[in-house]
């Protein structure tokens, strides 16, 4: 190896790069209809002092659970409520999921000697942090990254105590109890996925080790479940207790079971579609991924016994855990009517283990390569830079209504209602907070047709501010049924004041 892979302060050089890269850009606008919606639905707690009931507008939401929001919540107490307080919580656990990743390496007995441990944590750990999926999501204001962390740190506490030595009884009993505290955390990152994947990946494990549990992880799941029940019913219990069967129909029978069996929330995918997505999350390392999963399946199917005494022993069941982990979720998920992209990150540090093994054996070979993937990681962190500085920025003007709104605010309207015309602006959730005009439901009420809007502006005393797209927003400029004043555009969406004309409209 370089003296570089060698030095304790290069590594700790590029760790503070890491924390750099992933605490930075956290201040642009927010963009989708999630990030927006989750951002007001943890200031709505925050304003209320409330860190039990998720409510939009005033009305419940109970889509999922209270983790991302009281993330969100301490956010708003330390920054101010603001984007980066948003996104504050993601940044924490993608580090936190780096971290784990870390541990991982550390503590699986890849090797016998100890230096051979840190260092395989540390090339880990790099490959994780410097990972498109975990880097874009460690960006977002989303659960997908909120839930990746407990179950990636559940299941490493996991990994740790199977691989401990008989000798080290607290080292096992510490991983036990990692296992099901951050599965009961990922239960209110997420809701049962906490329970599901968890306890999947680790069946799975023993099938592919073609082993039994040992007597001391069958007699955790005795307390190990209390523990986990616990820490899950923090908000559960009391969510049921002040809403009762509303809360169980909503966010589980709804947005859990109807959610996966079916494609109510129009996210239908085909079934391979996380065969190509979960491959592209672990960008630019993805061609040590092929080679890793080629590898490892053919010594899958050619080896017949789990345990050898041959020197690379001790990476056979990190290799089998980390199969287990990433064909858990991915068979999970391509089943599911309901498919997003980050539905599949959980297992992404799966997809990075297996990585790893392969990369901390090539670069350990010759200073050349140990170079190239130092390049390669320092390359992708630049470019995470230079894309937050100067790409997405403009990506996100665009689809944000930020800019439009601030413009409107200018111009003297702060107090006047917004509505949506031949749109739904999902993103004025967190920019137009409390103006929005909405169906009895608690929906963003859309007027499609302009003589409807026209009786609702004909009834409002106050000016009406509107978000329509660009093209119609020109139509309305010479509607006789308005007096409308164009004031910003972001390309995509144009907002303007509608007043009603002193003369009725015919």
Not at 300 to 318: D, G, M, V, Y
Request: with cysteine; aromatic share 16%.
């Amino acid at each position: 190896m370089t003296k570089l892979a060698n030095s304790n302060a290069a590594w700790w050089i590029f760790a503070i790069c890491i924390v750099f890269v992933y605490f930075y850009g956290l201040n642009m606008p927010l963009v989708g209809p999630d990030e927006p919606r989750y951002a007001q639905v943890a200031r709505e707690m925050f304003e209320r002092g409330d860190w039990i009931s998720p409510t939009l507008g005033g009305f419940d939401w109970f889509e999922k659970p209270a983790l991302l929001y009281w993330l969100q919540i301490v956010g708003y107490k330390l920054f101010g409520i603001n984007e980066f307080a948003a996104r504050f919580g993601s940044a924490l656990f993608g580090l936190g999921t780096v971290a784990s990743m870390w541990v991982f390496g550390r503590f699986s007995n890849l090797k016998s000697q100890k230096t051979e441990s840190v260092e395989f944590a540390n090339w880990l750990a790099l490959i994780a942090a410097t990972t498109l999926g975990i880097l874009v999501f460690a960006h977002g204001a989303s659960f997908d990254i909120i839930v990746t962390f407990p179950l990636t740190a559940s299941l490493v506490g996991f990994f740790v105590s199977d691989r401990a030595l008989l000798d080290q009884k607290r080292q096992k009993t510490l991983g036990l109890v990692a296992f099901y505290l951050f599965a009961g955390l990922a239960v209110l990152a997420k809701g049962l996925i906490g329970i599901i994947f968890p306890f999947a990946t680790v069946f799975v494990y023993f099938v592919f080790s073609r082993r039994w549990p040992s007597k001391q992880f069958l007699f955790s799941l005795v307390w190990g479940t209390c523990l986990l029940i616990a820490v899950a019913a923090v908000w559960n219990l009391p969510m049921y207790l002040r809403h009762g069967w509303k809360f169980i129909d909503e966010f589980y029978i709804q947005h859990h079971f109807q959610r996966y069996t079916s494609n109510k929330y129009q996210h239908l995918q085909p079934f391979y579609f996380y065969f190509w997505v979960l491959p592209l999350m672990t960008l630019p390392w993805l061609p040590f991924f092929f080679a890793s999963i080629w590898r490892w399946t053919k010594e899958l199917f050619n080896r017949k016994n789990t345990e050898t005494p041959n020197p690379e022993a001790n990476i056979r069941p990190l290799q089998l855990f980390a199969l287990a982990w990433v064909a858990v979720p991915l068979l999970f998920f391509s089943i599911s009517g309901s498919k997003l992209p980050g539905y599949i990150l959980p297992a992404l540090p799966g997809a990075v283990a297996l990585t790893g093994i392969y990369v901390f054996e090539f670069a350990r070979r010759s200073a050349k390569r140990c170079a190239l993937v130092f390049t390669v990681a320092s390359v992708m962190l630049i470019a995470v830079l230079v894309l937050v500085t100067f790409i997405v920025p403009k990506y996100a003007d665009r689809e944000s209504v930020k800019r439009l709104v601030e413009a409107a605010d200018n111009a003297g309207y702060t107090s006047s209602k917004v509505v949506n015309l031949q749109n739904i602006s999902h993103n004025a959730e967190f920019y137009a907070a409390d103006r929005l005009v909405r169906e009895t439901d608690g929906k963003q009420k859309r007027f499609d047709d302009p003589k409807e809007l026209a009786t609702y502006v004909s009834n409002s005393e106050a000016p009406v501010l509107v978000l329509t797209p660009t093209e119609k927003a020109v139509s309305l400029t010479g509607d006789k049924c308005f007096l409308a004043n164009p004031i910003a555009d972001n390309g995509d969406l144009a907002i303007l004041t509608l007043l009603k004309p002193s003369v009725p409209c015919s």
